[in-house]
């Protein structure tokens, strides 16, 4: 960064946004954040005591329009107007992840995929923590990647990032990339074009050098099929269900076996996630510890006793015999196609919210073998009423998480599961999809 490029002005003061404020200020920039809705009383309590200046319910477009450089929240899409305005200035442009890669110190995993990224960064990082190792955990989870730089002191990170940060990374380089799997998601904010999401997703690679390494899925066709066209730098590990790999991991006989430096081997039953999936994922975390030469009975340990996070298939409650399964993480169809593939007992679904493109046929096949019944929770069903209509005989709708959980508790019989696995966003009822999981959660405690 050149030292004349002092105005920095960020957009959004969330935790990303608020973290990189404090970077920023002890980095010497003159920083203004700038907010368009309301900031949490939190966060402006943080700004004041970094003596930050700031704005909230709105964007002051002559301060915006003076800064040398822009960080903004991922969630802002680059169709608003305050964003085309800056554009247009010819004003840089980046992620928070960008900008605390600008004055890192400490070496990466970062890790993406449509499905799997949140348990998979939070398994990679129990594993690193129980081996003793100086970490920090960021992105889309824990705390603020740029406010752990300029307050502590890390030798790794693991970073879960999103397609939305990933499109305003541009210098970064992660010494261990990692790609779990690329199905349809967020397309309304890629114009709808598959492949432009894909793009944004390789975008993880970039800047790797023949000391990186790159961790993927072989049984992804989509994957596969970019790898087909593009160089990679990078040293290779992929991790197959169906295919046994001399470098990397995959299962054989229910024998998972990651062929990293040394040879790792241990029974599928024993790893603490279910599901195909999760071994997946675990085989993903797996190779990335035995890259840094973690100890095989700590691996093998962290497998073992990983708890899940939270609103991830998370078991609730059972009453009266009814299993109720909180898995309202579940934004998009692959997410809830993994969750109703786990369902062993006749299931009500919860499903609906702010559809992205949703192609419901996909679980078509899953639904008329484990559905009994729908609940839709959402203020637009008519998809889903017309997918489903004609291979689930009741579907019903409700406005609240209270009024779903009564409607699971009455559709449902002794030693069968509701299951919230919404498929699509939250925010036409609720916050956001811990919001929504929360008062699920907490509907269920009440029967």
Excluded at 312 to 322: Q, T
Aim: glycine share 6%.
């Amino acid at each position: 960064m050149k030292k004349e490029q002092k105005h920095i002005s960020i957009l959004g003061a969330g935790e990303s946004g608020v973290g990189a404020a404090i970077l920023a200020k002890k980095q010497g920039w003159n920083v203004f954040v700038s907010d368009f809705g309301k900031i949490k009383q939190e966060f402006k309590d943080e700004l004041d005591t970094y003596d930050l200046k700031w704005e909230e319910n709105q964007h002051s477009e002559d301060i915006l329009l003076k800064s040398d450089l822009i960080i903004k929240s991922p969630g802002i899409p680059d169709k608003s107007p305050v964003i085309k305005k800056l554009k247009e200035k010819g004003i840089k442009i980046i992620s928070e992840i960008e900008f605390g890669g600008y004055y890192l110190k400490a070496k990466t995993i970062c890790i993406t995929g449509s499905n799997g990224k949140t348990t998979t960064t939070m398994l990679t990082y129990h594993i690193l923590r129980k081996a003793g190792i100086n970490v920090g955990l960021a992105g889309n989870v824990g705390k603020s990647f740029a406010k752990q730089i300029a307050t502590e002191e890390f030798d790794w990170y693991v970073l879960e990032l999103s397609s939305f940060q990933l499109d305003d990374m541009f210098e970064f380089r992660a010494d261990i990339a990692m790609i779990l799997n690329i199905t349809p998601d967020h397309l309304d904010r890629y114009d709808y074009q598959m492949q432009n999401y894909v793009d944004s997703k390789f975008r993880i690679l970039q800047n790797q050098t023949s000391n990186d390494w790159f961790i993927y899925n072989h049984e992804d066709s989509i994957i596969a099929g970019e790898m087909a066209k593009r160089e990679i730098a990078a040293k290779k590990a992929p991790f197959s269900l169906l295919t046994e790999m001399k470098v990397g991991a995959f299962v054989k006989e229910e024998q998972i076996t990651i062929n990293i430096n040394e040879k790792l081997t241990m029974s599928i039953h024993d790893l603490a996630l279910k599901g195909k999936h999760n071994a997946q994922n675990s085989m993903a975390s797996g190779i990335a510890a035995r890259l840094l030469d973690i100890r095989s009975s700590v691996i093998r340990e962290s497998l073992e006793d990983f708890v899940n996070v939270e609103h991830r298939l998370e078991f609730v409650a059972k009453v009266h015999g009814i299993e109720f399964i909180n898995d309202s993480k579940a934004t998009n169809i692959n997410s809830t196609w993994f969750a109703l593939e786990s369902m062993d007992k006749p299931t009500v679904w919860i499903v609906g919210g702010v559809d992205k493109g949703n192609d419901y046929s996909e679980l078509l096949d899953l639904v008329k073998n484990k559905v009994k019944a729908i609940i839709c929770l959402g203020l637009d069903n008519q998809k889903i009423i017309d997918t489903f209509s004609s291979s689930v005989e009741t579907i019903v709708e409700a406005k609240s998480a209270m009024e779903a959980v009564a409607y699971g508790y009455r559709l449902a019989s002794k030693d069968e599961t509701v299951l919230l696995s919404p498929a699509c966003a939250s925010f036409d009822l609720f916050e956001n999809y811990e919001h929504r999981g929360d008062l699920f959660k907490e509907a269920v405690r009440k029967l």
